[in-house]
T-cell receptor
Framework: DAGITQSPRHKVTETGTPVTLRCHQT?????MYWYRQDPGHGLRLIHY???????DKGEVSDGYSVSRSKTEDFLLTLESATSSQTSVYFC???????????FGPGTRLTVL | DQQVKQNSPSLSVQEGRISILNCDYT??????FLWYKKYPAEGPTFLIS?????DKNEDGRFTVFLNKSAKHLSLHIVPSQPGDSAVYFC??????????????FGSGTQLTVLP
């Protein structure tokens, strides 16, 4: 258990509404990541953080923003959700000397 | 342009036999490789990794082989067990990604171990 929780675990929303997903870690790790998983694409990086208030874009960042005001929390926001953002979202952390990332349980988001 | 490719979407193996999952990559800057296992409705779980300075790493029933000249890695599971049935993702990171060491994932292979 890597000490990562995600909330909510499931969410159904409508097109055009804002949505915020939360990732919380108890490990005090510096690096945190947001991915989305879609059939045929594996996991694709949305945004990542390398410290409080330090974030950067990943491969599929359009339509998403992130914030990290505390070491333990990394928030992913969809300002105006679209149906193409229906996906399963995973948060991950990394803190050791290797590149190994440890994943949370995921949030299944459906945008109608 | 997929830098990490898993060309077999699915694989079925008999219990007790060897499972071999394959992964190819195109980015010569990748220097660390990982395998993750994922059950439905759960997050990916780290399985095993290998640095580019090695060509083999073993952990119990799991062995990862790296062929740098062919840009190919494989995961061997011996013997396969029904509980190994899951989606397996390979992933890679590159020196060029800086301290964040982003991972690039393949699309996954669904392994089914038949009893």
């Amino acid at each position: 258990d890597a000490g990562i929780t995600q909330s909510p675990r499931h969410k159904v929303t409508e097109t055009g509404t804002p949505v915020t997903l939360r990732c919380h870690q108890t490990e005090n790790h510096r690096y945190m990541y947001w991915y989305r998983q879609d059939p045929g694409h594996g996991l694709r990086l949305i945004h990542y953080s390398y410290g409080v208030k330090d974030t950067d874009k990943g491969e599929v960042s359009d339509g998403y923003s992130v914030s990290r005001s505390k070491t333990e929390d990394f928030l992913l926001t969809l300002e105006s959700a679209t149906s193409s953002q229906t996906s399963v979202y995973f948060c991950a952390i990394r803190g050791g000397p290797t590149d190994t990332q440890y994943f949370g349980p995921g949030t299944r988001l459906t945008v109608l | 342009d997929q830098q990490v490719k898993q060309n077999s979407p699915s694989l079925s193996v008999q219990e007790g036999r060897i499972s071999i999952l394959n992964c190819d990559y195109t980015n010569s800057m990748f220097d660390y490789f990982l395998w993750y296992k994922k059950y439905p409705a759960e997050g990916p779980t780290f399985l095993i990794s290998i640095s580019s300075i090695k060509d083999k790493n073993e952990d119990g029933r799991f062995t990862v082989f790296l062929n740098k000249s062919a840009k190919h890695l494989s995961l061997h599971i011996v013997p396969s067990q029904p509980g190994d049935s899951a989606v397996y993702f390979c992933a890679a990171s590159a020196r060029s990604s800086g301290s964040a060491r982003q991972l690039t994932f393949g699309s996954g292979t669904q392994l089914t171990v038949l009893p």
